[in-house]
């Protein structure tokens, strides 16, 4: 940014390069200095953690591919034959599986922590809708990637997610045809499934280039929402944020393999080692956990369409969230009501994802529609109000003003720093 | 501070949804102590051979483990020889031969055990209309799992409870999902009689196959968990030295 400088590079092939084709420069600006402001806390970690999750996921997932068989006559046994029968097929299966899942733990980290200080607001709304449109691409893996082992919440996920397509007039039934390949969940569709699967996580790893490179344009945002004012206020990418961010990794890692090594079938459903059954329908069909407030929303509206409509509002309305949120401030530090309703929110997303697991009915579809509703009002209503009626605390002048303020590192470590000094 | 422990929290009670929901319907099934479950757990071989030995003389007759080649088994202590006799000792279908048909030999250890039925519709005649599962999986694609199956095989009761009135053929168990269901109270008190000379209790005969059967679904528990204890002690210590590093560096930026 602002303060980089032209690395002189000693290597002569590096330079040789360089001068040609100036990917090392681009490296150096990108990730060795550029600036992060001094006072980010861990939770600007599950970036970097959210891309490593990736990248283990298409490392898994290419292996996977090599020994998995798209046909409905194979597919359950050829992912059995992983298990059993490939060196460390088991090994590579459970991460890739459970991988999904700490995907998703680590974005849906990563976007609260975004909710909460404000990192979608100007000059971030392009980089927050990227962030948007990587939720969908991977939400869109990881439906289609479920629906692989062909065991019944394959087959029955499938049926259900496709089928509400059908409930658009019109084109609705023909896009469904088409989405199957066929009349039914059938063979067509777990092949092209199948070709969908290797594909989007390409997709999604060329949106986070573009997710990182809007990042680069403005910079990180920082716990207090301010932006920095100098150098005084940032530190170097390498080596302050990489160590930090390396140390959260490792963390994260060792709640992966707890995962992995020892409750790898924690977070799946018993019924998808039963094989896909067109005839038998399991009592509750029940999505991936990460799937459970969306599937909430979705039954909570007794109208079909409807159902659908508000699902997908439910991720439209994070898209155009930047103009939702009419408050100048950033950080809920320094917006004292606004920070109750985000926890509101929270609470809410998790309520949601609670009635998404429970039957749809009696006091839990109540629930349900109760979250729904609210989910909306906050984004809908609660935003544009607040923005305008909520009078935010006074910011402070920089970010290393409240740092260094008060003297003494303990007082520092305790403002800004949380975890540093524990 | 506060918001990275919410959001500990958050992921914490987020995981614990799926777990949660799941454990909320149906019948408990009270939790057993295995020798294989927790971080250090691994599988009993000798209770899974014995519980082989049930699968072999009494399960088999009506369920299939169709996934499972004969191999297997010598992750609970069966040697290469004994593998080979045991194999022999099953019919398996090969062909066809240079006359075009089809004909049976004797198995191999790479063979999967044979099903007892050709297909699902001649398994279903012959048992009532009922399907006997493959049992492969089946202790992974059971709710409550390995507990689930020690409460089912000894969940039977001879006699349903007052205002239950059973369909012709079928039997009371009580935590089977509807309770009604097509296999019979099959473990009884000496039903086998163990090579090993242990006491055949319906306890220990359903501790048995149950062990036997998270083996079958998970033949590599036993590795998969000596390597997950390597794993994470490794990425304990590197997690403390990555924060020694980052607090040594970062002593000087405040």
């Known amino acids: 940014m602002a303060q980089a400088h032209a690395p002189q590079f000693k290597n002569p092939v590096v330079k040789w390069?360089?001068?040609?084709?100036?990917?090392?420069?681009?490296?150096?600006?990108?990730?060795?200095?550029?600036?992060?402001?001094?006072?980010?806390?861990?939770?600007?970690?599950?970036?970097?953690?959210?891309?490593?999750?990736?990248?283990?996921?298409?490392?898994?997932?290419?292996?996977?591919?090599?020994?998995?068989?798209?046909?409905?006559?194979?597919?359950?046994?050829?992912?059995?034959?992983?298990?059993?029968?490939?060196?460390?097929?088991?090994?590579?299966?459970?991460?890739?599986?459970?991988?999904?899942?700490?995907?998703?733990?680590?974005?849906?980290?990563?976007?609260?922590?975004?909710?909460?200080?404000?990192?979608?607001?100007?000059?971030?709304?392009?980089?927050?809708i990227l962030g948007v449109l990587i939720l969908l691409a991977m939400m869109a893996t990881a439906f289609m990637g479920y629906v692989l082992?062909?065991?019944?919440?394959?087959?029955?996920?499938?049926?259900?997610?496709?089928?509400?397509f059908s409930a658009f007039p019109i084109v609705g039934d023909p896009i469904v045809t088409w989405l199957w390949g066929g009349f039914s969940v059938d063979n067509p569709t777990l092949n092209r499934f199948f070709a969908l699967h290797f594909l989007l996580p390409f997709v999604l790893f060329a949106l986070v280039i573009l997710h990182t490179a809007a990042l680069h344009v403005s910079g990180s945002n920082n716990p207090?929402?301010?932006?920095?004012?100098?150098?005084?206020?940032?530190?170097?990418?390498?080596?302050?944020?990489?160590?930090?961010?390396?140390?959260?990794?490792?963390?994260?890692?060792?709640?992966?393999?707890a995962f992995v090594f020892f409750a790898p079938n924690y977070l799946g459903h018993p019924d998808n080692y039963i094989?896909?059954?067109?005839?038998?329908?399991?009592?509750?069909?029940?999505?991936?956990?990460?799937?459970?407030?969306?599937?909430?929303?979705?039954?909570?509206?007794?109208?079909?369409?409807?159902?659908?409509?508000?699902?997908?509002?439910?991720?439209?309305?994070l898209v155009i969230l930047p103009w939702l949120d009419t408050s100048k401030v950033r950080s809920c530090k320094f917006r004292p009501i606004y920070r109750q309703f985000f926890w509101i929110l929270a609470v809410d997303a998790l309520v949601l994802g609670y009635a998404g697991a429970m039957p749809a009915e009696g006091v839990w579809l109540m629930i349900a529609r109760i979250g729904t509703a609210y989910y909306f009002f906050h984004f809908l209503v609660l935003l544009p109000l607040l923005g305008?009626?909520?009078?935010?605390?006074?910011?402070?002048?920089?970010?290393?003003?409240?740092?260094?303020?008060?003297?003494?590192?303990?007082?520092?470590?305790?403002?800004?720093?949380?975890?540093?000094?524990? | 501070m506060r918001a990275l422990k919410s959001a500990i929290l958050s992921a914490a009670l987020a995981l614990?949804?799926?777990?949660?929901?799941?454990?909320?319907?149906?019948?408990?099934?009270?939790?057993?102590?295995?020798?294989?479950?927790?971080?250090?757990?691994?599988?009993?071989?000798?209770?899974?051979?014995?519980?082989?030995?049930?699968?072999?003389?009494?399960?088999?007759?009506?369920?299939?483990?169709?996934?499972?080649?004969?191999?297997?088994?010598?992750?609970?202590g069966f040697k290469d020889d004994e593998l080979k006799a045991l194999a022999a000792g099953y019919e398996v279908q090969a062909g066809p031969n240079d006359a075009g048909e089809m004909f049976m030999r004797p198995g191999t250890p790479a063979d999967r055990f044979p099903s007892?039925?050709?297909?699902?519709?001649?398994?279903?005649?012959?048992?009532?209309?009922?399907?006997?599962?493959?049992?492969s999986l089946i202790a992974k694609a059971r709710k409550g799992g390995e507990d689930y199956l020690y409460a089912f095989l000894t969940g039977f009761e001879d006699t349903p409870p007052e205002g239950v009135t059973l369909m012709p053929g079928m039997n009371y168990n009580k935590v089977f999902p509807g309770h009604q269901v097509g296999m019979p109270n099959i473990l009884q008190p000496d039903g086998v009689s163990y090579a090993d000379g242990t006491k055949a209790t319906v306890d220990q005969e359903a501790k048995d196959v149950a062990t036997f059967l998270t083996f079958v679904a998970e033949p590599h528990l036993d590795a998969r968990k000596q390597m997950g204890v390597k794993v994470i002690m490794f990425l304990i210590v590197l997690a403390g030295l990555m924060y020694a590093t980052k607090r040594k560096l970062w002593s000087t930026v405040h």
């Open chain 2, 16 to 76: 614990g949804l799926a777990g949660a929901a799941q454990a909320s319907e149906g019948v408990h099934i009270p939790e057993q102590s295995w020798p294989h479950s927790g971080v250090f757990g691994t599988i009993d071989k000798a209770s899974a051979q014995r519980g082989f030995q049930i699968y072999k003389e009494v399960c088999s007759a009506c369920h299939s483990m169709r996934l499972v080649p004969i191999r297997t088994l010598a992750g609970i």
């Open chain 1, 275 to 317: 094989p896909a059954n067109p005839l038998v329908t399991p009592a509750h069909i029940v999505p991936e956990w990460y799937f459970l407030p969306f599937y909430a929303i979705l039954r909570a509206i007794p109208d079909k369409l409807g159902g659908v409509l508000a699902m997908f509002g439910a991720i439209a309305v």
């Open chain 1, 224 to 257: 207090l929402g301010i932006d920095p004012k100098g150098p005084q206020d940032t530190v170097p990418f390498n080596p302050y944020v990489t160590v930090k961010d390396g140390f959260a990794v490792v963390v994260f890692l060792i709640v992966y393999a």
């Open chain 1, 149 to 164: 082992p062909w065991g019944q919440m394959s087959f029955w996920g499938a049926t259900v997610i496709t089928n509400l």
């Open chain 2, 116 to 135: 007892p039925f050709p297909n699902d519709n001649a398994a279903r005649a012959a048992n009532n209309g009922a399907l006997p599962p493959d049992l």
């Open chain 1, 17 to 128: 390069i360089d001068s040609r084709l100036p990917i090392f420069t681009m490296l150096d600006h990108e990730y060795n200095q550029y600036p992060m402001p001094r006072n980010v806390n861990y939770l600007w970690a599950f970036g970097a953690i959210a891309g490593i999750m990736l990248v283990v996921m298409i490392a898994t997932g290419l292996v996977l591919a090599m020994q998995y068989a798209a046909n409905t006559h194979i597919a359950f046994d050829s992912v059995e034959r992983i298990m059993r029968d490939v060196n460390y097929g088991w090994l590579l299966r459970y991460v890739h599986a459970n991988g999904a899942s700490m995907f998703f733990i680590a974005v849906y980290i990563h976007m609260f922590r975004g909710l909460y200080y404000g990192s979608y607001k100007a000059p971030r709304e392009i980089l927050w």
């Open chain 1, 388 to 422: 305008k009626l909520e009078r935010p605390l006074p910011l402070p002048a920089s970010i290393c003003e409240p740092v260094l303020k008060g003297g003494g590192r303990v007082a520092a470590g305790a403002h800004a720093k949380p975890m540093e000094k524990a």
